[in-house]
């Protein structure tokens, strides 16, 4: 049994990268352990693994629409993984492959490995395995069969690189077909956004792109049967010690903070010195996207269920005014 891994991102966080490859090379030797970035990124330390960094400019797309598309890096991030994977698959024919991010650690992969071997599905990290929104895997931490990582990653850098043709960007990009797909019942929500892929949570976008190229004619109707089929939620608190980063809401969540995090936020009454009456202050605006981040985690695969047609179920970290009103009541105005 041969396991590879690839640790993907930016390498400015070099003590947190560290105590990664501590921890993973408990189970993973060195040379099947791969660092994946892409060029202007400098490590200050010293690592015994490979580093390499890809250049998305070597696939000479049309810049335009290339950096539309690669809001937050998603891109890079995106093509450094599936880079690094190829990569990793030139050096030896693995039979499994687990992604992890370069600002996260995980110790003790007993347990993943156990699954992952056990199980032919992909298994993704459970604290951004949403079950408030259709297909919306976590893809800080993914491990499976290695085909099946590769094509998770292939397919979604090829229709990238598509959607720099002109004419696709405008017919997919503009156009109402990831609307059509997630949510069919156009409501007023919906209609407001264009619900491309700006707006869409970029872990959907890659599952989409992903069943697609399993040649499935992906429909809302389908998210349980498609998501049970080819995912599993994995819980990373059967980690011993762990670090995963939340970078929309500029949060860390450990083994030590994770439990009670909740609680300790809805407890305490807030006493507000300077907002306006009925005007929810920031720190409040934050801790409601906390709330809603930690209810929306899929604890296992039962809690993938069916969805309602429509954007109303789309709540929390892109529309954050849906839960405000529940957050008024605990500030002292």
């Known amino acids: 049994m041969k396991i590879g891994v690839v640790i993907q991102g930016p390498l400015k966080n070099s003590d947190t990268l560290e105590r990664s490859l501590s921890c993973v090379q408990e189970f993973i030797s060195p040379e099947d352990i791969v660092i994946s970035s892409w060029l202007g990124e400098d490590l200050q330390s010293k690592v015994n693994v490979e580093i390499i960094r890809s250049d998305p400019a070597l696939l000479n797309v049309n810049e335009n629409y290339f950096d539309i598309l690669n809001q937050n890096n998603r891109f890079y991030q995106v093509y450094s993984t599936a880079v690094g994977i190829a990569h990793l698959l030139r050096k030896k024919d693995y039979d499994y492959l687990i992604k992890l991010r370069t600002d996260e650690y995980y110790c003790d992969y007993t347990e993943l490995i156990n699954r992952m071997t056990s199980d032919p599905r992909i298994h993704s990290g459970n604290m951004f395995f949403r079950k408030d929104f259709p297909f919306h895997v976590g893809d800080h931490l993914m491990a499976g069969p290695a085909e099946e990582i590769k094509q998770f990653f292939e397919a ?95 949060l860390q969540f450990t083994e030590e903070t994770i439990e009670g995090l909740r609680d300790s936020i809805l407890g305490p009454m807030y006493e507000c010195k300077s ?42 970290l892109r529309c954050p005014w849906r839960v405000v009103d529940e957050f008024k009541w605990r500030i002292k105005l």
């Open 156 to 250: 979604s850098v090829t229709k990238f690189i598509e959607l720099t043709n002109p004419e696709t960007f405008f017919a997919e990009f503009k156009g109402d077909k990831y609307q059509k797909t997630i949510f069919p019942a156009n409501s007023a929500l919906s209609s407001i956004f264009s619900w491309d892929l700006t707006v869409l949570p970029v872990e959907t976008v890659l599952t989409l792109f992903y069943l697609w190229s399993k040649g499935h004619d992906v429909q809302l109707s389908d998210q349980v049967e498609l998501m049970n089929k080819y995912f599993c939620p994995f819980p990373i608190q059967k980690f011993k010690k762990f670090q995963a980063t939340a970078n929309v809401i500029f």
């Open 275 to 316: 907002c306006p009456p009925d005007i929810i202050c920031s720190q409040r605006q934050h801790q409601a996207l906390v709330c809603c981040l930690i209810d929306s985690f899929t604890l296992d695969s039962s809690e993938i269920v069916s969805l309602p047609n429509g954007a109303d179920n789309y709540n929390s």
